[in-house]
């Protein structure tokens, strides 16, 4: 393995961040090569702790001789996002100079051609050529996989539609209960600039190709027990898809989860503020009509609750792990098999 650190000085003197790159050499120049990073949201740590088992992993196979792909691995993709702090909370989501999420506004490129990027000391923000420099580390592999997670969650994936059902694989892999299946967000995710070279390319040639934001669960599912299945899962794709050599590791691609449109998905969202009590944990399957989470705008007064029911059947996805909330916040997503009548374009979160 190496280790390469890489530094993007800090928009005004005095002050620079590091992004440190894992590279594995591949012994077989046809294999399939991967991407995996982690925690462009700097306060996501489930995928972190998944890196932090699969890299000895790697490692092993290295030494054995069997990394087949070239595999880069960033387990902490977003130093600002990491050390954005204010009164004790991590708010790593939303850069703090631009209020732009660090997930967003990713240059979209029509080839693999990555000449045009900024480069590490273009006269532009720190965000821009963090971005910037992850595209370029993560466009050269034909594997790209971005570890997030939601709030309190399944472990599902986001997968562009052109790419199933070929990931199949990667779900069974990691045991994802469902699939989010998208066309175009036109917000230009991590995900979306690397697929969107791939999406120029003949079917034919994207076969081999996994693009994916992979949503490992919630917030605080971040422990040894969990990061090592993800990690196990992590290395049986890797195996699958033959950017590891390992004759002990099998994958029965199994996946029978839903395949869920984004605009199947029926986001609940507060119609005031006030204090979240919910009816239903994430997993369950409710009826059209059930009861979801009440949302009581004057404690100790009922005339005051606000109770919001399924507008469809579905999957209860995700919840918010905060137990407040203000008017007009997302608070579940449940997967519909219908359009919802309030869907709209774009991705379902800010
Ligand atoms: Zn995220």
């Not at 030494?63 to 880069?72: D, F, K, N, P, S």
Request: aromatic fraction near 6%.
């Amino acid at each position: 393995m190496k280790t390469e650190m890489i530094q993007l000085a800090g928009d005004v003197p005095g002050n620079s961040i590091e992004l440190r790159v894992l590279r594995f050499e591949g012994k077989n120049e046809k294999a399939v090569t991967a991407y995996l990073q982690s925690s462009l949201h700097g306060s996501e740590l489930p995928g972190q702790a998944a890196l932090h088992f699969l890299i000895p992993m790697l490692e092993k196979a290295e030494r054995e001789g069997r990394v087949a792909g070239y595999i880069t691995v960033v387990p902490q993709a977003n130093p600002i996002g990491s050390a954005q702090w204010l009164a004790h909370q991590h708010l790593g989501r939303f850069e703090y100079f631009s209020n732009v999420n660090f997930n967003r506004s990713f240059p979209l490129l029509e080839t693999f051609d990555t000449s045009g990027l900024a480069p590490v000391d273009a006269p532009k923000a720190l965000a821009e050529r963090l971005k910037a420099q992850l595209l370029r580390l993560a466009l050269p592999h034909e594997i790209v996989l971005d570890l997030h997670c939601d709030d309190e969650s399944e472990s599902y994936l986001y997968i562009h539609q052109a790419f199933l059902p070929e990931m199949y694989d990667l779900a069974s892999a990691l045991g994802s209960t469902a699939i989010l299946s998208w066309d175009s967000t036109a917000d230009a995710a991590f995900e979306e600039a690397c697929a969107h070279p791939v999406l120029q390319l003949p079917e034919a040639q994207r076969k081999a190709r996994a693009v994916t934001t992979v949503e490992f669960r919630g917030l605080n599912d971040v422990d040894v027990e969990s990061g090592r299945a993800d990690a196990e899962g992590l290395y049986r794709f890797l195996v699958h898809r033959g950017v590891v050599v390992d004759h002990g590791v099998e994958l029965k691609v199994d996946f029978n989860g839903p395949v869920t449109p984004l605009e199947n998905v029926e986001m609940i969202r507060a119609p005031q503020g006030g204090m979240i009590l919910f009816h239903v944990d994430i997993g369950a399957e409710v009826e059209a009509g059930a009861k979801l989470v009440t949302v009581v705008t004057v404690p100790g007064d009922p005339d005051g609750d606000i109770t919001l029911t399924a507008p469809q059947a579905g999957r209860i996805l995700t919840r918010r792990s905060h137990r407040y909330t203000r008017r007009g916040d997302d608070l579940m997503k449940l997967l519909g098999t219908k359009r919802s009548i309030n869907a709209k374009p774009g991705s379902l979160e800010a």
